[in-house]
């Protein structure tokens, strides 16, 4: 069965460096998300994707964000000075075209700032 | 915006029966329901349309109330393998991002 996949699974880095995380989405999807998870709590959307660009993004998703599909498969997630509050799991999630279709989730990224 | 789940947790005996709400103060267009183990990611159940549309998935099940924005999950004869997160997940618009409310842990004891 089809998966989304992301790495790395864990990614530890320095306060104010820039990280990039990277999915796979499921090849026929066109819909493309970045969401995150701050250990304990809830999934919080961070940015939408949708033929090659920005749907809509979420107040937590500020300049210091950007996403990028440099080719064919690969949707990518930019944080360019990371903060200790970036500390997070961050799940890539796809979905095929139409009104209302599955959300599929990656297994996610595990962001550590020290 | 956000969605209420209701209850924050529960803790049942393997074959209990359980019940998740997840209300909105704002009109719904459709409700995605997900389970999320420890360390893993949300893996996904089910989706509810407007229209009051019950959906089954062999003993997990779900039903959407319009008239009073409120989606109820459903869980018989739970097994071990159900404790987890479960999350509800709303779209407001159609299409788009959802926005989780914050969770209902689920615990099964033998």
């Known amino acids: 069965e089809p998966e989304v996949t992301q790495t790395p699974s864990h990614q530890v880095t320095q306060m104010g460096q820039e990280v990039i995380l990277r999915c796979v989405p499921i090849s026929n999807h066109l819909y493309f998300y970045w969401y995150r998870q701050i250990l304990g709590q809830k999934v919080e959307f961070l940015v939408s994707f949708y033929n090659n660009e920005i749907s809509e993004k979420s107040e937590i998703f500020d300049d210091q964000f950007s996403v990028e599909r440099p080719d064919g498969s690969n949707f990518t997630l930019k944080i360019r000075s990371t903060k200790l509050e970036d500390s997070a799991m961050y799940f890539c999630a796809s979905r095929e075209q139409g009104a209302v279709h599955t959300q599929y989730f990656g297994p996610g990224t595990r962001l550590t700032v020290l | 915006q956000q969605p209420v789940q209701s209850p924050q947790a529960v803790i049942l005996r393997e074959g209990e029966d359980a019940v998740i709400n997840c209300s909105s103060s704002?009109?719904?267009?459709?409700v995605h329901w997900y389970r999320q183990k420890h360390g893993e990611a949300p893996v996904f159940l089910m989706i509810?349309?407007?229209?009051?549309e019950q959906k089954g998935h062999e003993k997990i099940s779900a039903s959407f109330n319009e008239k009073k924005q409120q989606s109820s999950l459903y869980l018989t004869a739970s097994q071990l393998s159900y404790s987890g997160t479960y999350f509800c997940?709303?779209?407001?618009?159609?299409?788009?991002?959802?926005?989780f409310g914050q969770g209902t842990r689920l615990t099964i004891n033998p």
């Open positions: 704002k009109a719904l267009y459709s």
């Open positions: 509810l349309l407007k229209g009051g």
């Open positions: 997940g709303t779209d407001y618009q159609g299409a788009q991002k959802l926005v």
